[in-house]
């Protein structure tokens, strides 16, 4: 009977806090709900191909996360893959036995598993290329395409993926590669304005006040125009090649260290 009280009596008193921390610190006001100045200038900017901000892109969460703040959104990946080597490295000590097949399923869980699996690679990697046009992007389709690994090692056990040839040596390469690529590409600018003697900037996407570098916008191709946002759509791909292979990664040494545990 006291736990029935507990279960009652404490959401209610931390729903109580809560509104006494949002009413105390202004957050439940009108006021709070006004745009700031900074967000003013993105949503009246960035989508707009006439303006000298623009990103030439309709999702403006993208443009800011990789137009007007790239330097943070590449530091932010780049802790995530040290974190990712780093528990890596914590793992490879603790003797990881690992290896145990999963327990047998049926046929039809593995049947269904496997449409599953094809379902969320397709609608992660739509998520990823479309992040300039639609809300997503490379970390959102990243973070969605994990669950497929996760389904297979579920079904299938720990070793699938190794024998598909998802080994960890590979999966690791690919999201340094990825990684890389981001670096260079944001870089290309300055090594571009040293070559031409153009004034450019670090993770500059288009043309700015002051700076007549810019990546193509948009692409002909004999099936009509592709907008690609400047390098919206690739800082996309490359986020989501890292993303992708590094929860991939976290989660194969996570999964051998349980099964290892259980042998």
């Not at 008193?13 to 439940?28: K, P, R």
């Not at 290896?99 to 990697?125: D, N, P, W, Y």
């Amino acid at each position: 009977m006291r736990n029935n009280y507990a279960s009652i009596i404490i959401p209610v008193i931390l729903s109580i806090l809560v509104i006494v921390v949002l009413v105390y610190t202004g957050l439940a006001s009108y006021d709070a709900q006004i745009l700031t100045g900074l967000a003013q200038i993105y949503l009246g900017n960035v989508v707009y191909p006439g303006s000298p901000w623009t990103s030439i892109s309709t999702e403006v969460v993208t443009s800011v996360i990789w137009d007007q703040r790239g330097f943070d959104t590449y530091f932010e990946t780049s802790v995530l893959f040290l974190a990712i080597v780093g528990s890596m490295l914590v793992l490879e000590k603790t003797s990881i036995r690992g290896g145990a097949s999963a327990k047998e399923m049926t046929i039809i869980v593995r049947t269904v598993s496997m449409f599953i699996v094809l379902i969320i690679v397709v609608v992660s990697v739509s998520i990823a290329l479309h992040g300039h046009l639609t809300p997503g992007g490379g970390f959102q389709g990243g973070s969605v395409f994990v669950i497929a690994p996760l389904v297979m090692l579920l079904v299938f056990g720990s070793s699938v993926l190794e024998e598909k040839g998802f080994t960890n040596r590979k999966l690791l390469g690919a999201r340094s590669l990825a990684v890389s690529l981001i670096f260079l590409l944001g870089l290309a600018p300055v090594i571009y304005s040293l070559l031409g003697s153009v004034n450019a900037y670090l993770f500059q996407n288009l043309y700015k006040p002051g700076s007549l570098f810019s990546f193509p916008a948009v692409i002909h191709t004999p099936f009509g125009q592709v907008l690609l946002s400047g390098a919206l759509f690739w800082l996309n791909l490359f986020e989501f090649l890292a993303v992708s292979t590094g929860f991939t990664l976290a989660l194969m040494y996570l999964t051998k260290v349980f099964e290892g545990d259980a042998v």
